[in-house]
């Protein structure tokens, strides 16, 4: 089964950084200067700022914006929460869902993930799920185990039509997030390779599992982007630490526009 899409999806999450609204205008303006240089036809560039700098950014320029979460209800009684109506009214075209910080510091469960997906879909804002194993269940070696679990109980209900053109799945190993550590390029690949199979069983057919653009996150930088895309066939990079680095973020894009 192919794992390449036509597209390169490059997606900065900025998580609680910076502390300034001027200096996320300024991080933010450096990328988008770049990205109006490239043919964007070959990369899709999201940044996900903090919830409050979203307003700060134009929409309508070719660096999308995303958020880093979002709730499944649509308005009502949720202190201090964010819907996807919210955020389409803003522009916001992505958001990151289940990302492990989520599910580790805030309890985020499966099932919150589910509900998430489903708001995100039915509010017209793409979701980014994000799955991956511990260091301790990829010792056991129950990384597929994890895997499997993950992605069934984050696309509990959800019907395959709502998913084409819209979900994009990360997977981030948890031991590779801000510490340095990567998987190798076959790890990575067989990982992709795994999802498109559950999504082709969950939906019976290879439609799901063709057209949702798997993604790779977890120390990523300047040196090892091009591999851990074009050594692995996924469609692009989840990249934190490295995106708060404008000049080395937009390295990592251009890399992708050629
Ligand atoms: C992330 O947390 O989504 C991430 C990919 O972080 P980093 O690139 O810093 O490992």
Known sequence: MDLKQTKTYIIGNWKM???SEADAEEMFDEVEDEVYKIDDEKVEVVIC???????NFDSDGKVKLGAQDIFWENSGAFTGEISADMLRRLGVRYAIIGHS???QYLGETDEMVNLKIKAALAGKVRPILCIGETLEERQRGDTGEIIVNQVEKALTEIPEKDLIGNLVIAYEPIWAIGSGAVPSPDEVMSIGLLIKKILAKIYGNRVAAESVPILYGGSVNRDNAFD????????????GGASLKPRE??????RFAK
């Open 17 to 19: 950084n910076p502390a």
């Open 49 to 55: 700022p903090p919830f409050v700098f979203l307003s």
């Open 101 to 103: 910080e989520r599910r």
């Open 228 to 239: 851990l895309v074009d050594k692995t066939g996924l469609s692009g990079l989840l990249i």
């Open 249 to 254: 973020f937009v390295e990592i894009v251009r």
